[in-house]
């Protein structure tokens, strides 16, 4: 009797560092407000046999001017918001060329800090909802660069991300 023997790939991890522009809209006001977004992921390969589908752990950190400091108190010291994201997504990739697409899906939570210096109105707020992404790995020798549009819709402050990491592998 003959046996097909598979290959086996070891179980591989990565972080990725990124930064990029965010786009933040409050659910209870209007309009969406610029900032900036940096954060982290951690991502290993769902199989053991292939890395085309990958499980991504990530932490963001995404500001932008606080709105309602601004209007309400125009003359006065402006105030920023922040939004803590930490997030979970399975992401599938093409494995070949240089330009490799993929996109994902998955789920995040995080606190909205509206940091309102004198407000008496300052919200902080449990932030929920889904994300789905995509985005490109540029394969260049030994080293990856994903670009990544990604947005969340959340239960209180939806967001939209545009961001460039630099891939290091660690096992």
Not at 25 to 53: C, E, M, Q
Not at 70 to 98: A, D, H, Q
Request: charged share 15%; hydrophobic share 35%.
């Amino acid at each position: 009797m003959y046996h097909i023997k598979k290959k086996n790939s070891p179980r591989r991890w990565w972080i990725t560092p990124q930064a990029g522009a965010v786009i933040n809209h409050y659910n209870d006001l209007n309009g969406w407000h610029p900032g900036f977004a940096i954060g982290s992921f951690v991502t290993t390969n769902l199989s053991k046999f292939s890395d085309r589908f990958v499980f991504n752990i990530g932490l963001e950190l995404n500001t932008s001017p606080d709105y309602l400091y601004w209007t309400e108190f125009p003359s006065s010291k402006k105030g920023w918001s922040y939004t803590l994201t930490n997030y979970y997504t399975i992401e599938s990739r093409v494995m070949n060329g240089t330009a490799r697409p993929f996109f994902e899906i998955g789920v995040h939570h995080g606190y909205f800090i509206a940091q309102q210096y004198k407000a008496k109105n300052a919200i902080n707020v449990y932030n929920w909802g889904i994300i789905a992404g995509i985005g490109m790995y540029l394969h260049l020798k030994k080293c990856e660069l994903p670009i990544r549009i990604r947005y969340c819709y959340g239960n209180k402050v939806d967001m939209a991300t545009l961001t460039i990491g630099y891939t290091f592998k660690l096992k």
